[in-house]
């Protein structure tokens, strides 16, 4: 068949399904030479929760360059809301199809890694030359297990205590030093208390009630539960949650006893701190206005910015105390499933999404933090408070000498928060003041739980 023999539509469809990108091909393969064949494209599943809106935009962008890059792999991308992700992940491992990219919070990665159901990514890392050293360190901490790494960071939250400085100059109370201490929190917290008539929970006339005008510092979980963030306070004390191997918990130790015992204090005596009653269903409360100080990470800043709060606000470091100071960091990461049927396509996603051009775009955007070193200054807002780069940025970077600490979840994560609730919550909701009780039956059951991990 010469160029000029015309070629019938049958013809020419053939030779299209084998990569023919022309007629004039016809003349090349008449010639003895084979048509180029593209290969049919790795399709890959992943999965993950995101809100609608920026987040899911956000992602989809990545995904769409990362398509652009790697035109031979096509991503499936599946967004969950948080609750569905976190129930419809077990059974998406337990059954065929299991997907082939997934995220995976700090919170649950030891849950799963516990299970043999994550892929080691030691050895994509080495072969590729991507190294803990390119990323905020510590974060690896909670992703490793047994010397294998379960995800790559893909995000980061370094947490301190941010403050409403209006109320602090009604209260004509200076502003918390950066290394101030506990007795210092304590006092801040009480004075910054209000009762319905005026009064300031230093004052002896300060009477709490439910129509309490406002509280010194939103609540925080105190135990090892629900936040990474707590951590930063037992280490102050000079202990921890457990110990170095997680065989046991350490809470019926005295640091444990004083963070439970204070936090007790703050809660049901002083009233320096809301119950979840008084402050549910009227939003974040600091950004309210309806407590003084807060535990949060740099996205309490991008929030007050978009709302454009009405009031001027600060950010420091978390008290400090005879073990030290502390910036707890938490994360997400990207993970493979030891399941997955296209590892190396998901591999290339997963480095795609940690990349320092995928993360400096995160960090732009302001309200995620970043896993790359490299990329961490680009969560720094225009005018940013004095503290935001001394507590959001600088320890990240190595650039500050409090020391950054992350938070190794256990598995059966599920099963430790039952046993806290079952014996904590008497001494948070006020009807049982026995810390030293609550610690020593909790500590019974959840050390009979790592002995099982």
Known sequence: MSASTPVSRRQLLKQTSKGAAALGLASIVAAGAAPAIVQAKTKIRMITPAALGVERDLYQSFIDEFQKEQSE???????????DYMTKLPTLFAGGAVPDVVHQHMSIVQDYGSRGVLEDLTQYMQKDGIK???????LFEAFSRDGKVLGIPKDS?????????????????????????????????????????????????????????????????PGPTESENVRGFIRARGGDWYDENQTQTLITAQPALDHFQMFHEMRCGEH????DALSAGQGDPFRQGLTAMAVAFHNMDYFLREEKAKFKWDVTFIPSG????????????????????????AWQLVKHLTSKAVQTQIGKNGRWGVSQKDSIATILPENPSSGFKKVHIDPLTGESDRTVIAFRFPANQSKIQQAYAKHFDPIWTCDNDNVPGAAKETKSEVDTILGKS
Request: a negative charge; proline letters at 6%.
């Open 322 to 345: 005879p073990g030290g100071q502390f910036v707890p960091v938490g994360a997400s990461s990207w993970a493979i499933p030891a399941k997955a049927k296209n590892k190396d396509a």
């Open 73 to 83: 792999i096509a991503v499936d991308l599946s967004f969950e809301a948080w609750d």
């Open 157 to 221: 939250a370094a947490w301190g205590i941010y403050y409403n400085k209006d109320k602090f100059d009604e209260a004509g109370l200076a502003y918390p030093k950066d290394d101030w201490t506990f007795d210092d929190f304590r006092l801040a917290a009480r004075t910054l208390t209000i009762d319905a008539d005026g009064h300031r929970g230093v004052d002896a006339s300060f009477k709490p009630g439910n129509n309490q005008k406002q509280w010194g510092l939103s609540w925080v979980t």
């Open 272 to 275: 320096s701190t809301p119950s």
């Open 132 to 138: 803990q050293e390119d990323y905020i360190p510590a």
